[in-house]
């Protein structure tokens, strides 16, 4: 993905950027207004309206996340250089980064395109510890600020085959590097997971030889073990490209299950947003988002599954959505992506009504109340779970527009919207084709609808329901 969320500009803003260091005269802005907090010197243009007092407190909530994790001792009032551009070009411009459009740290000072890059900002907390080896450098970063749907299969089959030589050679290509960033984040999180962030930078500074075989002597020496059998041991341990540690989402502020809507993406020059919680056992729930932007779902856990193909506010200009999701036990997290125009947006967690989603179907409880807002839901229950049923007030005449997510492309596109259990079961000619194309609805009431989950081909099966009502007449 391009990344919503401005932490990886020099992982995935030009989907090229290899090494983040550059070479430049960059002497400041003209116009420089600085701000300051207790572990950053942000540099904007005097007039950026993307940034506010309010950009520094998110610096700072990733500051703590990273020294956090990583069990640092920052120095007494050291600080942080991070000088904001208003946009790739500019500082492409500036010559201060190798490559076209990609944020760099050099010095430990953060050269960015973006308000926050949370990627440059790891670079620069480590930078002043000293620097390691490449793969190093890139790998602890990348761990520290990336999710799971940044790396295509394709390129983790390509990472797959890289070999501690090339790791440490590293490469310049723009089509070799997303792959040498996915080698280098399972070799560095299978660290971290196996000695633990103190010992991982205990040892880091002690790996900085550019050749292979001397690499490989101070690899071994630091971390108890020669490169490519260390390479081969991560990814028998985090087969899939398992490598993201998310501190930064998993350390957000809390959504309460139940509680009330938080306001998310209301920050000026944060254009994400996250919140986090927990559920100590299995659960339905329900994530509501009213308001600008779209909302996704991921896991805190290593091996933790979820509906993460959905997004909630998909539909063009936004306004929200639900997502009900049958979730295992474990922490989760909420990924709010604002948009230029309208960020602002209210996030609920609540537990559904047991009439709108049922391993049964289930005419006993009120259905889902499809009115205008939101007019999207999305449900998304485990692979091989059996079959679901999802039951829906329809308030007037509409277009229903339905999609089955994760199943094989040869399975009939269409649903049926029934108005009865029994017409469900029975497969009775009044039930509604609905179809991804759309399909209109000629009158309100309630329809029930399955949700088979064996010919799911994801971790979940998902159905997506998109309303449209009739136009108001002129």
């Known amino acids: 993905m391009p990344l919503t969320r401005a932490r990886a500009t020099c992982l995935l803003l030009s989907l090229a950027a290899a090494r983040c260091g550059g070479q430049g005269g960059f002497s400041g802005f003209s116009d420089d207004a600085v701000r300051t907090s207790a572990h950053f010197r942000y540099h904007a243009h005097a007039a950026d309206p993307g940034v506010c007092d309010s950009t520094l407190d998110a610096l700072e909530a990733d500051f703590a996340a990273v020294t956090g994790f990583l069990q640092l001792s920052w120095p007494a009032d050291a600080r942080i250089d991070y000088y904001a551009f208003r946009s790739a070009g500019e500082l492409t411009a500036a010559g201060i980064c190798p490559f076209t459009g990609a944020s760099c740290t050099r010095g430990g000072v953060v050269y960015a395109n973006q308000p926050i890059d949370e990627h440059e900002i790891v670079h620069a907390v480590l930078a002043r510890f000293g620097r390691s080896a490449t793969f ?35 490469s310049d290509d723009p089509n070799a590097v997303l792959p040498l960033y996915a080698a280098a984040a399972t070799l560095v999180r299978w660290l971290l997971d196996g000695s633990g962030p103190g010992a991982f930078v205990a040892g880091y500074t002690n790996v ?39 501190v930064f989402a998993c350390s957000a502020p809390a959504l309460a299950l139940g509680g009330p809507a938080t306001t998310v993406g209301d920050s000026c020059g944060v254009p994400t947003t996250y919140r986090r919680f927990a559920l100590p056992a299995a659960q339905l729930v329900t994530l509501s988002l009213s308001g600008g932007g779209s909302a996704q779902l991921f896991s805190c856990e290593e091996h933790g599954a979820t509906p993460s193909s959905v997004t909630v506010g998909r539909s063009a200009g936004g306004g929200g959505g639900t997502l009900i999701a049958d979730l295992a036990a474990g ?18 967690l609540a537990v559904p009504d047991p009439g709108w989603v049922a391993a049964a179907c289930n005419e006993a409880g009120s259905p889902y109340p499809f009115d205008d807002s939101p007019n999207e839901l999305s449900v998304a229950v485990p692979r091989g779970s059996g079959d679901w ?9 509409s277009t229903l527009y339905a999609t089955r997510l994760g ?13 009865s259990c029994a017409a469900l079961a029975a497969g009775d000619p009044a039930c509604l084709s609905a179809s991804p194309a759309g399909s209109p609805l000629s009158g309100a009431g309630s329809y029930v609808v399955a949700l088979p989950t064996g010919g799911s081909t994801d971790a979940f099966a998902v159905l997506e329901i998109a309303r449209v009502p009739p136009l108001a007449p002129r």
Do not use: M
């Open 407 to 419: 199943v094989p492309a040869n399975d009939d596109p269409a649903l049926a919207f029934c108005p």
């Open 136 to 170: 190093l450098e890139e790998g602890i970063a990348v761990v520290l600020s990336c999710d799971t749907t940044q790396f295509s299969p394709d390129v983790l089959a390509t990472a797959a085959a890289i070999d501690g030589a090339k790791l440490v050679a590293w």
């Open 389 to 397: 049923t999802v039951s829906l007030a329809i308030p007037e005449p």
């Open 331 to 348: 922490s989760y997290y909420v990924r709010h992506t604002g948009t230029p125009v309208v960020s602002a947006a209210a996030l609920a």
């Open 208 to 246: 900085t030889a550019p050749g292979f075989a001397a690499a490989d002597a101070q690899f071994t020496a630091a971390f108890g073990g020669s490169i490519d059998p260390s390479l081969q041991a991560a990814r028998a341990s985090l087969a899939g490209g398992q490598f993201c540690e998310e």
